[in-house]
Each structure stands twice: as structure tokens, then as C-alpha cells.
RNA sequence: GUGGUCGUAGCUCAGUUGGUUAGAGCGCCAGGUUGUGGCCCUGGAGGUCGGGGGUUCAAGACCCCUCGAUCACCCCA
């Protein structure tokens, strides 16, 4: 046993799949099974992928997500190299909207819409479902302040979860209001909560001071209580929110996705305006979040932009979406096969097994052979193992009459084959 | 960051109130089959009982610390 371990929130993906004593590490190839459908229904949303760095500078993620956020305020890795400072990327829109700004997207005229897929750092204490390496996918549009975008944004990650075979989900949605009426729904809600204050937790109390809107997102059922007579926001939000806000649900509606209005809904992220919604998983538990987004107007503001660049998006989390499918039992894709399995008997055979494994791979033909000198037993065993469409034989009376003895292991069939045929038998 | 639970072979786990050389199933390796996988039979390898310290004649079992996992809080994807 190695005295090495992964570090802690961190895992390994391996072929066959383990688990870290609890949580379930799905095989390899159900991430790239996941990962390719994802792919799939983002070019079907006419979207490109963008690979942005892991590290980025501190603060940009400090001005993007917001200096009190929780994610900044404790769960960044970050550290500090010469003069400059840097982060894990905890998440990848801030990034994505920098990416945008550097290199000009805007000036290529029309609308941009950029997928990713790839690993974020945050240090959370980890469980089930939440890793302090972790991995989320999702599209951001932006240049477009249609109500078509934010509606097309929640179809596409609709559409990931279906094109999985996932049903078992819950859209919540909201909107945020502008920026001007956020403030005074603010003030109100301060108002409302301020008598109460002794009441409250006091991770609550400290929201009304730094992020009093954050407080609707409390589990606390005596908080909940308290807020059931607050003041919603979609009384203060703007006419021109209002409007958009009803545009999309039509749009949503207009396909038959099916969603609930949550006023309470509010994201931990500040770059949000307009649309918020979240996809969470019926039957996950604790960390049931799929996925969550929404417009972010302003974010490029804050990044430094002279104007708006209006944008929409949203993240999603490949462990959860992997977990849930897990649990709905999708998550079972069969190991690939080899095409044929060689097994050689006697030093001439070993040497011989080589080049024709490889003139065989040139084909297009997945070949493997034991590379141990085992037994024929033994070398026949791996190849079930590695379940072999067929095993090729060969030993020193094969060598001699260059004709060599192949097994079909479905069929547990055997035919003489001289090696000059041996593609085209693979073909059969 | 806070609280609860757990930590024995590669995996899943058993291990009586502390008492000799720590077990099972699966997996792995070998043999039964002088050149044929899966099923069956037989045998074998593999464990500093997460790590460190303590109590005791004696600790896998008890105590403390630590690390890890896990569930919840919190957070969020």
C-alpha cells in the first residue's frame, strides 16, 4: 500500500470504477459517456467549446463572484506567487466573461455561445456529492438580452438531463430584478427581517448586514417562519424585469417544461440580475443542486467593461449529474471489448505476437496479449477477462504451418485460419 | 468551519464481557486438464486491524490525539 493518498475531497477516476469508502467513483468511460452527450446537446444549442485556465487571477474571481460571498470569502485556494495572485478557478463563468473580454468576442459581431466542461477548486468540507475538486459543465450566452437566451439556456440544461435518460428534476425559477430595484427591495426586506434580528442564527443576523437577500435561502424552519409575511421581490422588481421575467416563462411554457416560481429563490453568486433559476434532483438529498444559473448583466461591469454585455448561463456538476444517474440506474455503460486476444505458447510465438498485433491495430482491429509469459490457461482467462470477440492461437506447430487456430468466445467455436487471413476472420 | 457516525485483506464485511499463530465471501495466483476462458473442486499469496500515544500481565476491541471517509449543518454545482 502506498503512503500516498489523494488529497482529501479529492478522487481518482479509474477504468473500473471504486469508491472512497461511502460515495461511488463512476469508471471512466461513463464520464466520457456523460461528457459526449454533453457535447451533443451543446452543438445542438449551436454552442463551441472554451478551455479557459485553472489558475486565474484572484481578483477577478473576488471582483466577479462578489467579495462576500462565501465562495470568496473561505472556499477559494489561493495563493500568492511573486506579486501576483492566484486562484483555482472556482467556478467558470467569471473566467468565461474575461476570456470574452480579452479577446474581443464582441466585436465578432452576432452572439456568442461558449460551452465548457472541466474541473473547479472550492474548500468546502466535503461529502457526499460535494469534492473540493469537482467538475461542472455549462453554457454561458452572451451579447443577447432576449428572453429567447435565458429560456434556451434553462432547455439546454434541461436537455443534457433528458438526452441521460433523467426525468426525477425540479426547475425553480425567479428573477432577480436590475439593479436598481434589488436595492430597494434590499432596504425593504432589511425593514421586514430587523425586528426580528434576536430571532435569527446568527449566520442569518450577519447576512443583514453584508447579504440580507441570502437569507431567503435559509433551511431554518423558524427563519422560514419569519420570512412568510416578507415582502416578495417580485413586488419590487422594475417593469422592464417584470416583463422579461413573464417572457421567459411563456417561452418555457410554450415547449411544455415545467417549472415553479420561487420568490425566495436567490443565488450565492452576486453577478446575477433578471433570471435565476436552479435544477435540483427529487431524489439526491443534501446536495441535490444539478444544476443553477441565470443572467448576469452586470457582471461585465464589474470585470471593467464601459458598456453592458448582457449574458446568460448556467453551471452544472458532473459528480451530482453522475450520482443521479447512478441512481437511476443510467449510469451502466458496458466496458469496451477487444476485437481479438492473441495467445502465444513458446518463445518464437511471444516474438512473433508483436508485429502482428500491431499490423492488426493498423486495421482498426482492438487487439491485446499477455505480456506476463503466463500459462495458456492463464493467457485464455485474459482474454475472457477482457472479454475478446475471438483469441488467436499460436504456438510452434502453428509458426511451422503459418496457420493459426481461432476461437470465437461467444461461440466457443475454433477454426483454422492461416495468418494471412486473419484480418478479414476478425471482420466476420 | 461546526456536530454525529464509521475506519479489520484488492472489494464487501464478521471478529462474543480485552485472552494464544486475526477470519469469511468475492477477486487474484496456481493445480486438477502434457496446448484452450466461463462452471466445479483443491491449494496458495495477500493484513504494520487508518496512523501515533496511553491503560493493562495481555488491545483489532478501552482512553486520548491525529488523519481519512461518511451523514447533517453550512455552502453550492
Redesign the pocket.
Known sequence: ?S?F???????DILPEG??????SIAPSRVWQYVEATIRKVMEAYGAEEIRTPILEPTELIARGIGQL???VS??MFAFERGDTNYVLRP?V?APVMRAYQQHHLDQKGGVQRLYYIGP?F???????????Q???F?LEIIGATDARADADTIACAVDVYRALGLTDFTIRLNSLGDSESRPRYKDALIAYITPFADQL?E??RN?LQTNPM?IL????EKERELLKNAPLLSDFIDEESRQHHEEVKGYLTSIGLKYVDDPFL????DYYSRTAF??ESDSL?????????GRYDLLSLELGAKQVIPAVG????????IMALDAANLADIPAPRLDAFI?A?GDAALTWTFPVAQSLRAKGFKVGYDL?G?????Q??????Q??RY?I??????LASGV??V????????TSVPFAQLASHLTK
Open positions: 500500500m503512503s493518498k489523494s488529497i482529501s475531497g479529492t478522487f471504486h469508491t472512497t469508502g461511502g460515495d460571498t462565501d465562495i473561505k472556499e467556478e463563468t473547479c472550492r474548500a468546502e468540507r466535503p461529502q457526499k456529492g460535494r469534492y473540493r469537482f467538475h461542472q455549462g442564527s449566520i442569518s447576512r441570502r435561502d435559509t433551511k431554518i436567490v443565488r450565492g453568486l436552479e435544477i438529498g443534501a446536495q441535490g443542486s444539478l444544476a443553477g444559473g448556467f453551471a452544472a456538476g458532473m459528480e451530482r449529474l495467445v505458447l506476463k503466463r500459462s495458456l490457461k492463464a485464455m482467462r485474459e482474454a475472457s477477462r472479454n475478446s483469441v492461437i499460436v504456438g510452434d506447430d502453428e493459426a487456430e476461437k470465437d468466445m461467444d461461440q466457443s467455436s475454433q
